[in-house]
């Protein structure tokens, strides 16, 4: 049995999250149509993870697993087996709406699941500071003045092992997961009008990313200090006397139109081709550089001239002579003799 590893970008926008549900238009749900529409037979699909409604992704990995053959034709299981990954991009990207891109794909080890096998994720969250024209989609525009040096301050305490209860929600879902998550990276960023907030980590809580970002953002606002924000990273044991104060991160839960999904990360050894890191250099132009700005770096084109203007500076032609008059300007010619 053949499995696949997909590297996969989307717009987020008029999806209700990754995850397949019966009555709502999903990524896994587009994917998982497209694939059995291209290899003709039913398929299983997982992901790295599981985005929210409204959430992007510049490099979600999913894996494509092909259930036992049974009664499957030999032409079938054949065609399958000998798909060139290219032809698998194509195949796929032909059947998928425009808002969903497959990037790459990969033969995988048959063990192998996105989401199990993932040591890290990495997300970043886009916060405007002006109103944007372009980025409306993939931005929250904050009107306020916010402190970027107050915020990048807090975002340094959430590195390392902590407990993030005070930042999720209840998943019904997964009532057995530990609040406990390790962080490894968490930075805020400024870009031109944009503050970037990316974080790293070994797994994610429900609303957790949104939560944390909403929470900074307060801290930006001067609503709440960082010695606030410490308190719920801290003794998250705290939240509901702080919730009554200043900071109350259900209530300051981020939109999900500025989160992307930016990579996700594997033991090193596996035979695969697509590098996640990519991911970091190409998203500045894919989607965070002001567009207004790029335009104003262009060296300016010199204007049209007018060109009635041009013609009369050119120098005036000689009218035409008259005929007759040149001719008898000329010496006269002598007879024959």
């Known amino acids: 049995m053949r499995t696949l590893k997909l590297t996969l970008e989307y717009d987020g926008t008029r999806y209700s999250g990754w995850q397949e549900q019966a009555n709502a238009r999903t990524i896994a749900g587009e994917l998982n149509k497209a694939a059995e529409d291209f290899f003709g037979r039913q398929v299983e699909i997982g992901g790295a993870g599981r985005t929210d409604a409204g959430v992007h992704a510049i490099a979600q990995v999913a894996h494509v697993k092909f259930q036992r053959w049974g009664a499957s034709p030999a032409a079938l299981r054949e065609r399958i087996t000998k798909l060139r990954p290219q032809e698998i991009i194509w195949g796929l990207n032909d059947r998928l709406p425009t808002d969903i891109n497959i990037l790459a794909a990969d033969d995988a080890p048959p063990s192998f699941h996105a989401r199990h096998d993932a040591t890290a994720r990495s997300y970043f969250y886009q916060i405007s500071t002006r109103r944007t024209a372009f980025g409306k989609k993939q931005v929250w525009w904050i009107k306020d003045r916010l402190d970027d040096k107050a915020m990048a301050e807090a975002a340094k305490l959430i590195v390392g092992r902590h407990d993030f209860s005070a930042f999720s929600e209840s998943d019904t879902k997964r009532e ?20 970037l907030f990316r974080i790293t980590a070994s797994h994610f809580l429900w609303k957790m990313v949104r939560r944390l970002v909403g929470s900074l953002a307060e801290v930006g606002r001067g609503n709440a200090g960082v010695e606030d924000f410490r308190q719920l990273i801290e003794n998250p044991a705290s939240q509901p006397k702080l919730s009554l104060a200043k900071l109350d991160p259900a209530r300051s839960t981020a939109p999900p ?3 992307f999904l930016e990579s996700v990360a594997y033991p090193e050894g596996g035979n695969f081709t697509y590098q996640p890191e990519l991911a970091r250099k190409v998203r500045v132009k894919l989607s965070l550089k002001d567009t207004v700005a790029e335009i104003k770096k262009m060296p300016k084109l010199k204007p049209l001239k007018d060109p009635v203007t041009e013609i009369r500076k050119k120098p005036k032609l000689k009218p035409l002579q008259d005929a007759v008059t040149e001719i008898r300007k000329k010496p006269k010619l002598k007879p024959l003799s």
Do not use: K, N, Y
């Not at 057995?176 to 009008?193: F, G, T």
């Open 176 to 195: 057995d997961q530990s609040p406990i998550v390790v962080v490894s990276e968490a930075e805020i960023l400024v870009e031109d009008h944009l503050i």
């Open 257 to 259: 139109s500025g989160l």
